[in-house]
T-cell receptor
Framework: DAGVTQSPTHLIKTRGQQVTLRCSPK?????VSWYQQALGQGPQFIFQ???????QRGNFPDRFSGHQFPNYSSELNVNALLLGDSALYLC?????????????FGPGTRLLVL | AQSVTQPDIHITVSEGASLELRCNYS??????LFWYVQSPGQGLQLLLK??????LVQGIKGFEAEFKRSQSSFNLRKPSVHWSDAAEYFC????????FGAGTTVTVRA
């Protein structure tokens, strides 16, 4: 049973560029959440996708956008990259249900913006 | 608003000694609480979770945590640490959206 997978593992971009990160959820999961983890900090919630729609959003600008596909996989897009966007981007998958979900995380994509 | 505070930034413990990591949370309703562990350069691995019921929760790798509503705490414990327990530990609270603490780095000395 494959867990959550993310690609690429590492990425280097320059300021102003755009980037797309990809995530495949754990088998049987239908919900994908994205988090940003800056160096030395805890993860910060970006947004969550369920049924191909953004359901919840954290305090991130609209330069951050996403998509969920019919097979439940997801993409995170970041436009007009800033130096401060350098971080580990984590994808988590879960099975949507009332009264508590358990999120399982992938290994992350490390983005460096120069 | 939901939030988590992990008061200890760094803890050093001897191999074989006990470990306790503190976590205090703020949440408007019945909290869903989690502990995750992160090894250097890796993603987060779920250690244990509390949704309801027994306030003492058992997890993987010999870890346990106790939920205390009166203290808004969810502290993580392990009776005897192994060198492989050296990592970053994160407490989190939430339902569809998780809020994480800043983490506690655990160093294990021989």
């Amino acid at each position: 049973d494959a867990g959550v997978t993310q690609s690429p593992t590492h990425l280097i971009k320059t300021r102003g560029q755009q980037v797309t990160l990809r995530c495949s959820p754990k088998s049987g999961h239908d919900t994908v959440s994205w988090y940003q983890q800056a160096l030395g900090q805890g993860p910060q919630f970006i947004f969550q996708y369920y049924e191909e729609e953004e359901r919840q959003r954290g305090n991130f600008p609209d330069r951050f956008s996403g998509h969920q596909f019919p097979n439940y996989s997801s993409e995170l897009n970041v436009n007009a990259l800033l130096l401060g966007d350098s971080a580990l981007y984590l994808c988590a998958s879960s099975l949507r249900k009332l009264g508590g979900e358990t999120q399982y995380f992938g290994p992350g994509t490390r983005l460096l913006v120069l | 608003a939901q939030s988590v505070t992990q008061p200890d930034i760094h803890i050093t413990v001897s191999e074989g000694a006990s470990l306790e990591l503190r976590c205090n949370y703020s949440y408007g309703a019945t909290p869903y609480l989690f502990w995750y562990v992160q090894s250097p350069g890796q993603g987060l691995q779920l250690l244990l979770k509390y949704f309801s019921g027994d306030t003492l929760v058992q997890g993987i790798k010999g870890f346990e945590a106790e939920f205390k509503r009166s203290q808004s705490s969810f502290n993580l414990r392990k009776p005897s640490v192994h060198w492989s327990d050296a990592a970053e530990y994160f407490c989190a609270v939430g339902d569809y959206k998780l809020s994480f603490g800043a983490g506690t780095t655990v160093t294990v000395r021989a």
